[in-house]
């Protein structure tokens, strides 16, 4: 069972990917905005935070079209979680904090999943660095599963506290 639900979280993630992929190529590159002050970043986490309040328990995300597409992801660097993906919140050259395309989710005191992060992501296609307020996104970077292209992300850790910072992409006090 494990090993089909990988099977069609990779089969998914590669097809919409790609498909993104070869969308976003025809779209005209759009300069990133400019970097705006700590207010306007803070007014963002705070946008990201409460469009995410919903999502605290796993099935409500589930429910609202994000599906799984990995195992834990843990590196020496801590963790970043299990990755769930809305594609129909993927939308190349826009970057709406109310509408995160990822989440991350890792194990709860109860065995069950709590939420630790949204994540935003972007195709590369040649664009300037994308922009959340005045942090830049990680990358470009090549993908982490078959069929996802280069592209940019950032995780905000808004479901946890992350000692390396809120838009580190790995939380040190955090393991599968």
């Known amino acids: 069972m494990r090993s089909t639900t990988r099977t069609v979280a990779r089969t998914v993630v590669g097809g919409v990917m ?3 992929a070869l969308g976003a190529a ?3 590159a759009a300069a990133a905005p400019a970097p705006d002050s700590a207010a306007i970043t803070n007014q963002l986490v705070a ?5 995410v309040a ?3 328990e796993v099935d409500a995300a589930v429910a609202a079209g994000y599906v799984p597409v990995g195992e834990c992801a843990e590196s020496p660097d801590g963790a970043m979680g299990i990755h769930f993906m809305n594609p129909a919140l993927i939308t190349p050259g826009v970057v709406d904090p109310a509408r995160p395309p990822f989440l991350t989710y890792g194990p709860s005191t109860d065995g069950g999943l ?3 992060s949204a994540e935003f992501f972007e195709p590369e296609v040649g664009q300037p660095t994308p922009m959340y307020g005045g ?3 990680d990358g470009p970077m090549p993908g982490h599963e078959p ?5 940019y992300d950032l995780h905000v850790w808004v ?3 992350n000692q390396a910072g809120l838009f580190a992409p790995w939380n040190p006090g955090l393991h599968c």
Not at 47 to 51: G, I, L, M, N, S
Not at 147 to 151: F, L, N, Q, R
């Open 18 to 20: 790609t498909a993104l």
């Open 26 to 28: 025809v779209l005209p």
């Open 47 to 51: 946008k990201t935070r409460a469009a």
């Open 54 to 56: 919903k999502f605290h």
């Open 114 to 116: 709590e939420l630790w």
């Open 135 to 137: 942090q830049a996104f």
């Open 147 to 151: 069929g996802m292209p280069t592209h």
């Open 159 to 161: 479901g946890t506290h």
